[in-house]
């Protein structure tokens, strides 16, 4: 109904112009073609220069209504350190160009006014004056000239790649549809390596876990820290389309190309609080942040740096919002340190990882340290339900007592504990889950648990603080009814006697 | 408004038939082989002045569609709270109708209309439907030529564009939509179909109808060169030629350039596509899906694609700046300030066209060492079209100026161009790119300097030239409805995107930027915009009813020549056959702009100079 309204009025006011255009089509003839011709030249003439006054000042109002989003102006002022360079140079561009917008306004409509058809008057005969024509070619000329190099001197500068030696953080951003992936590096300081062709649903970016400069590296949640004051080099990549790394209040733009990297150095210079501050000034920051809560926080309190895409990329594109959080260095290195590497906290031991073979350096460190603490507690601890430590990183070649190769570094915790504490005696015992026979389970755990005692006694242990015995199938730590259950019945264990 | 009178008729025939070229034409009353029925008169034509009419009124048809796509994707943007259920019959599946019966547009329609939109005003309307148009129409006219070298790839130009639009016109069909990767077509987007409903079937006809579209442009082009070049009549050197006829003569050689480069670029994708090349596509993941494709560089498409690109705004503003050149200097009745500027400006600009393609990918990932010199050669346009600039205001200095709608369209140019082209020097110099790159500023900026001043340009030469294509004028005082209507509010519609420009508003963003805070306030801006849109949308369906109503009952024209112009095309009768001329073709004598010279308030092509008297096109 409302579209057939709609429509008839459309029809109508099309009828309604096309009668005007008709009557006064009429009423020129009656008036004949000089009065018409004056009658034409009065309107349009008075029409130009309303024209002219109404727009000069709607455009002169309009932008010292929107004064505050001009870039380097109150408000819009630039968070990083190059983008005072340009914020210059915009405001530059805009004195100039504003005003030559004005004067050859004036004059196009001044003209048109003053020079307006009368009855007559006779046209200048100027083909041409190649004196002015040499001016205005000269004048712009220079113009241009002193913009270009002023422009150029500042890209040059903001484009600059890091130079060596030079002290800076570098993070990676890879887009894809519609997000970010952030990528920081861990105590290294380095990121590591990535192939696209290892990407799978729980290592989306493809990283190469085999370089060991991957395993501390950290991929923050939704939100992003930098710290202030710091130069940052942001790798830029993307998986599937393009896009575009796009920081608008830091003056930071860069597509994110599949397969061809990219960077942008920049140098955050005021922290989210210190321009909440700022902001804080300006009247329309003091509005509510959600209209719906008036009594709520205002916009500069919830102000936020943004991080968008620039590039069209499918229909998600308007979609790619990420905060990030400008902090000083002592917040920044608080915030990282509450960051867990990604590769230890989701690939390590999972299906997608290249390293199920090896034990990392970290985690024998982690693990002696861990290990040494936990003997300790079982020493002074009083109950008899403490004193039984398992041996969560040992294993047997399957279907004998061979011990693996990375065996050794539990064991070699073990060499350490019974070292630490020269008085205390432990019984090694092997278990085994309910598959295959009792006798051959029980046999199986019992030459286990001698390997392990030969093992410690090869290391300089005395053999009478060593008790090894098999237990086979009879101690369950939970029933045998699934393949999960029954590796965890697969264990060995040792209670530390007296 | 005739300021032709009988004894100046005489005179002309008297000299046509003293002076003119006779080149033995026969002209054939009744129509010839040719031009006997319906059909060969009006749609398989090889007349240049029915074919530049089909290009135009063809250009009409889709400049309304791609204007209401427009439409309906400001209406998203102010009003994104808005029930759009209504369109639903129009769009279909692309109205998303919840349980509560609201009606939202899809956004993977969203993206389809915008890409649409700048497809269809950009090729089709702004290159066709006004390149094709006036190239058409007035090549052989102001020359003095009977038809183009040759007629028959003339009409084969018309044809090819038409199929490139029948083609576009059905991806809009699509169950998968029309391609939705934006105008540029940037791959990997535009190759992936995994990335995109819209790079599937709608990416494969876009592609077709592009290359469809470029056979038109070379076959059009090539023909106005050769007409430009060997067809001028005796006495048309090119420094007597018409402004109109430099412009469209650089254009034509901008296009053979460079459309065969966008040629290259979209096959290179389509073996992308479906041939499992790798020229754009390296290292993707798309989907979960790895691909086995290394070693491409997304950024060679942009390279090729802007090749072609940048030439094309100057493929669209050059005709645009000769035709308000010729209007503005016939309607100031004052010759145009500094002719041989102007056709040095016109070749510098076309010149440096092929020079620039770069500063669009400032922000790409090019080497930023490489973009010193396209900031260079970029901001050096901006000398040219100061020039040009300042000689339009020349022309109105000291002039008796006359209101018409095609004279007031070309001031209305002029204001548009030198408001477009300024913000042209912020975007052009890469450091300040950096921050209004694929923003609303660049939208505002490329709408106000290549969207609107080509379309008053347009208009211009429409309302100028009506009266030659079909023997009638355009109702006047609509037309100056139309004008001053527009003027305002193409304003309204584009000045204040700079502002959400400047605050950083990515353009393409489907609600406008409604979930970050640093884009969000702009509501009230937004609902402003698209109410103006919606009015301009309306004044000119004005336009195209004055031009309907106008081609069947428009006031007849009684004069050859009812602007008093110079020029060779208002010396033909007034319903011009086919040859243009009946009998001898007028010889040239002078240059085109002797306005106000020696008490005469114009002076044809065809008058023989007096003694010593100075020719200003040649002798400069």
């Known amino acids: 109904m409302t579209s057939l309204i709609v429509l008839l009025c459309i029809i109508l006011i099309t009828v309604v112009l096309v009668q005007i255009g008709k009557v006064y089509e009429l009423t020129n003839v009656i008036k004949g073609e000089q009065q018409v011709l004056r009658d034409n030249s009065k309107w349009n003439g008075w029409l130009s220069l309303v024209f002219l006054v109404v727009f000069l000042f709607g455009v002169i109002y309009s932008a010292w209504d929107f004064k505050n989003v001009m870039l380097g102006y109150g408000p819009h002022e630039s968070a990083s350190e190059h983008g005072l360079l340009l914020d210059n140079i915009f405001f530059i561009t805009l004195v100039i160009t504003g005003i030559v917008f004005v004067l050859t306004h004036i004059a196009l409509f001044f003209f048109v006014y003053k020079y307006r058809y009368q009855e007559g008057r006779k046209a200048m005969f100027i083909p041409h004056d190649n004196r002015l024509e040499i001016w205005w070619t000269a004048i712009p000329a220079v113009v241009m000239t002193i913009l270009v190099v002023r422009g150029l001197n500042a890209w040059n500068t903001v484009m600059a790649d890091v130079k060596e030696g030079e002290e800076y953080m570098e993070i990676e951003a890879t887009a894809q549809q519609f997000g970010w992936t952030l990528r920081y590096p861990g105590a290294d300081g380095k ?41 940052v ?125 090896k034990v990392l350096d970290v985690e024998i460190r982690e693990r002696a340290k861990e290990f040494g603490e936990n003997i300790k507690k079982a020493v002074e601890s009083t109950t008899s339900a403490d004193k039984t430590l398992s ?55 019992s030459s286990r648990a001698a390997a392990v005692a030969k093992y410690l006694a090869d290391r300089g242990i005395s053999a009478g603080r060593l008790k090894p015995r098999g237990y086979g199938d009879t101690k369950p730590l939970v029933p045998n009814d699934s393949p999960e259950n029954m590796a965890k019945n697969r264990r060995t264990e040792f209670t530390i006697l007296n | 408004m005739a300021h032709v009178n009988t004894a100046a008729e005489t005179l002309e025939d008297k000299l046509t038939h003293e002076l003119g070229y006779d080149d033995h034409f026969h002209e054939h009353h009744h129509g010839d082989k040719f031009q006997s029925n319906f059909l060969t008169t009006y749609i398989f034509s090889t007349d240049h002045k029915i074919i530049g009419r089909q290009f135009l009124i063809t250009g009409i048809f889709w400049a309304f569609i791609g204007a209401a ?66 190239a058409n129409l007035l090549i052989p006219l102001q020359i003095g030529a009977r038809d183009m070298a040759s007629p028959l790839l003339n009409a084969l130009s018309y044809w090819f564009f038409f199929l490139a639009g029948v083609v576009m016109f059905i991806s809009l069909f699509l169950s998968t939509g029309p391609f939705s990767g934006g105008w540029t077509a940037y791959p990997p987007l535009s190759a992936l179909p995994q990335a995109s409903d819209g790079s599937a079937a709608g ?20 023909n106005y060169i050769t007409t430009i070049l060997n067809l001028r009549t005796k006495g048309m050197s090119l420094w007597r030629m018409p402004l109109p006829m430099w412009a469209i003569f650089v254009t034509a050689i901008l296009g053979v350039l460079s459309f065969p480069v966008l040629l290259s670029g979209v096959l290179l994708l389509m073996f992308d596509r479906s041939l499992g090349t790798s020229f754009y596509l390296s290292e993707i993941v798309v989907g979960g899906e790895i691909l086995d494709r290394i070693g491409g560089s997304p950024i060679l498409f942009q390279h090729l694609f802007w090749f072609l690109g940048h030439p094309e705004v100057y493929i669209i503003i050059l005709p645009a700046m000769g035709i308000v050149s010729e209007v503005l200097s016939v309607h100031a009745r004052k010759p145009i300030f500094g002719y041989t500027a102007m056709v040095y400006s016109i070749l510098a600009i076309g010149f440096l066209a092929f020079i620039v393609w770069a500063h669009h990918m400032f922000m790409a990932g090019v080497n930023p060492f490489i973009s010193n010199f396209f900031v260079i050669f970029t901001l050096i346009i901006a000398v040219p079209s100061a020039v040009k600039v300042f000689n339009w205001i020349g022309t109105i200095y000291g002039s008796n100026f006359r209101f018409t709608s095609a004279s007031l369209f070309g001031v209305g140019f002029v204001s548009m161009f030198i408001s477009g082209g300024l913000t042209g020097i912020f975007l052009g110099n890469s450091a300040i790119d950096i921050a209004l790159h694929d923003t609303y500023f660049v939208v505002a900026h490329f709408h106000i300097v290549m969207g609107i001043a080509a379309f008053f340009g347009m208009f211009a030469g429409v309302y100028h030239w009506f009266p030659k294509m079909f023997s009638r004028y355009m109702n006047e005082t609509m037309g100056k409805i139309h004008f001053w209507g527009t003027l305002v509010g193409a304003y309204a519609i584009f000045w204040p995107m700079h502002y959400t420009g400047m605050a950083g508003v990515p353009r393409r963003y489907y609600d406008g930027g409604a979930s970050f805070d640093a ?18 949308f309306f004044l000119q369906i004005v336009f195209i009813v004055n031009f309907f109503y106008s081609i069947f009952s428009g006031k007849k024209l009684t ?36 306005y106000g010279k020696g008490g005469e308030e114009f002076i044809p092509q065809y008058i023989p100079l007096k003694d010593g008297e100075h020719d200003h096109g040649e002798g400069h």
């Open chain 2, 203 to 222: 990416m494969t006809m876009w592609i077709v109808s592009m290359a469809l579209f470029v056979v038109s442009s070379l076959l059009g082009g090539i």
């Open chain 1, 191 to 231: 990121i590591g390596a990535r192939d696209y062709k290892l990407t799978t649903g729980a290592n989306t970016l493809g990283v190469d876990f085999t370089d060991p400069k991957t395993w501390d590296d950290i991929i923050p949640g939704q939100e992003l820290y930098l710290p202030v004051g710091k130069k």
């Open chain 2, 69 to 134: 796509m427009s439409i309906i994707f400001r209406l998203q943007l102010g009003f994104p709270e808005a029930d759009l259920a209504w369109l639903r019959p129009i769009l279909g599946k692309w109205i998303m109708v919840n349980d509560a019966g609201i009606g939202k547009l899809d956004p993977e329609f969203y993206y389809a209309l915008v890409t649409m939109h700048g497809t269809i005003l950009v090729f089709f309307v702004l290159t066709a439907g006004l390149s094709g148009t006036f």
């Open chain 2, 519 to 536: 884009f969000r306030h702009f509501e009230d801006l937004n609902r402003f915009i698209t109410v103006a849109a919606i009015m301009v």
């Open chain 1, 391 to 445: 041996l969560n990183h040992i294993s047997f070649e399957s279907g004998s007592a061979t011990l693996t190769s990375t065996s050794k570094y539990e064991l070699d915790n073990l060499v350490t504990g019974l070292n630490a504490f020269p008085n205390i005696s432990i019984e090694i015992s092997g278990h085994t889950d309910n598959n295959g026979e009792p006798a051959a389970n029980l046999a199986l755990s």
């Open chain 1, 233 to 357: 080099r942001v790798r830029i990549l993307a998986k599937d389309v393009l896009h575009n790394f796009y920081l608008p209040q830091h003056r930071v733009k860069m597509d994110a190309i599949p397969g061809l990297p990219t960077y942008f150095v920049f140098t955050p210079s005021k922290t989210t609080s210190e321009y909440r501050n700022e902001l804080r000034k300006y009247p329309e920051y003091n509005e509510p942040f959600d209209p719906a809560d008036p009594t709520g926080p205002k916009r500069w309190e919830k102000f936020d740096y943004e991080l968008a895409c620039a590039e069209l990329c499918g229909k998600g594109h308007y979609s790619m919002r990420r905060v990030l959080k400008i902090v000083t260095q002592e917040e920044y290195d608080a915030w990282l340190k509450q960051q867990k590497s990604f590769y230890l906290t989701e690939i390590r031991g999972k299906a997608d990882d290249p390293n199920k073979d």
């Open chain 2, 559 to 594: 004069v050859k020549n009812p602007w008093g112009a110079n020029s060779l095309e208002w010396t033909t009768p007034i319903k011009p056959g086919h040859g243009n001329w009946p009998g001898k073709i007028p010889t040239v004598q002078r240059w085109a702009y002797d």
